[in-house]
T-cell receptor, first 112, second 113 residues
């Protein structure tokens, strides 16, 4: 069955610290992987996506993610977090169907 | 400005009273979708439409209806709302399907008492 697991429900970091949000997926075919961000009171916005090629992908707002097929993971990283990064982050997987499966989200809190 | 709009943004209603949440996009997108967001459950897809006059069920379609008579509009209809449909609802659109970047509306918070 297709699924996405985000094991961390809530993460707190200090401003300026590095960040890694975990995402593990289960998908029977070649996965297409996404990270979306939801700022408070707003809809979701695409941060980055991986379809093929270089396993390290760059996104908006200084985020990057690395696809590791052997670990079925697609973790999101940022070297230095800003207070405006406080939001909820969703990993999603899709492929040869008409559906995108979202994870349950990780809420990021940033302390000054 | 390219955007997805939803109305209303907030709605409190009673069990059994039919309601419609409108969704409109101005980007000429083929694909539109409705999601509900619940704490601990993330986003779950209700219905989607690959293009005009074509709709299909998502993962949680029970209790909902949709229509796609025009490319830009994709209303969500609750014929007889129940308290378990209290949720935050998002409409989204993309150029051709869920693997293209989806643009989300601002959300509609629905409370059914």
């Amino acid at each position: 069955a297709q699924s996405v697991t985000q094991p961390d429900i809530h993460i707190t970091v200090s401003e300026g610290a590095s960040l890694e949000l975990r995402c593990n997926y289960s998908y029977g075919a070649t996965p297409y992987l996404f990270w979306y961000v939801q700022s408070p009171g707003q809809g979701l916005q695409l941060l980055l996506k991986y379809f093929s090629g270089d396993t390290l992908v760059q996104g908006i707002k200084g985020f990057e993610a690395e696809f590791k097929r052997s670990q079925s993971s697609f973790n999101l990283r940022k070297p230095s977090v800003h207070w405006s990064d406080a939001a909820e982050y969703f990993c999603a997987v899709g492929g040869n169907t008409d559906k995108l499966i979202f994870g349950t989200g990780t809420r990021l809190q940033v302390f000054p | 400005e390219a955007q997805v709009t939803q109305n209303p943004r907030y709605l409190i209603t009673v069990t059994g009273k039919k309601l419609t949440v409108t969704c409109s996009q101005n980007m000429n997108h083929e694909y539109m979708s409705w999601y509900r967001q619940d704490p601990g459950l993330g986003l779950r897809q209700i219905y989607y439409s690959m293009n005009v006059e074509v709709t299909d069920k998502g993962d949680v379609p029970e209790g909902y209806k949709v229509s796609r008579k025009e490319k830009r509009n994709f209303p969500l209809i609750l014929e007889s709302p129940s308290p378990n449909q209290t949720s935050l609802y998002f409409c989204a659109s993309s150029l051709q399907g869920p693997l293209h970047e989806q643009y989300f509306g601002p959300g509609t918070r629905l409370t059914v008492t």
